[in-house]
C-alpha cells in the first residue's frame, strides 16, 4: 500500500504561482512513477504531468512550459511546481502513484491516488 498526501493549493491570481507537494508513505517510494492529474466542476479528471522513476518528465500539452514535476526520493515527495496560472486551471489536483512506468498519460494506469488539494485561480 501507498499513501499519499497532497498539500500546497489555494486561490491565487492569474499569472501567479504555487508549487504543490505530495508525500508518499507506505512502499519504496523510488519504484513508483508518480502523476498529477486534475478535474475541474464538471469535467472528467484529466492528466497533467508524470515522472518516471528514471526522472523522465511527461506533460499536458495545455500545461507545458508553464508547469513542472520533479521528485525528491529521499523525502518520499513529489512536486507540481505551477506558473502563469490562468483561470482555466483551476481545478483540484490529485496525486497518484504506478508500479509501471510506461502509459502514464493514461489514468487508469495509476493504483494510488491522494485526497487532492483545491486550486482556484482568479482572474
Known amino acids: 500500500q501507498v499513501q499519499l498526501v497532497e498539500s500546497g493549493g489555494g486561490l491565487v491570481q492569474a499569472g501567479d504561482s504555487l508549487r504543490l507537494s505530495c508525500a508518499a508513505s507506505g512502499r519504496t517510494f523510488s519504484s513508483f512513477a508518480m502523476g498529477w492529474s486534475r478535474q475541474a466542476p464538471g469535467k472528467e479528471r484529466e492528466f497533467v504531468a508524470a515522472?518516471?522513476?528514471?526522472?523522465?518528465?511527461y506533460y499536458a500539452d495545455s500545461v507545458k512550459g508553464r508547469f513542472t514535476i520533479s521528485r525528491d526520493n529521499a523525502k518520499n515527495t513529489v512536486y507540481l511546481q505551477m506558473n502563469s496560472l490562468q483561470p482555466e486551471d483551476t481545478a483540484v489536483y490529485y496525486c497518484?502513484?504506478?508500479?509501471?512506468?510506461?502509459?502514464?498519460?493514461?489514468?487508469?494506469?495509476?493504483?494510488?491516488w491522494g485526497q487532492g488539494t483545491q486550486v482556484t485561480v482568479s482572474s
Open positions: 497518484a502513484a504506478a508500479s509501471i512506468d510506461y502509459g502514464l498519460g493514461d489514468l487508469s494506469v495509476y493504483e494510488y
Open positions: 515522472i518516471r522513476w528514471t526522472g523522465d518528465t
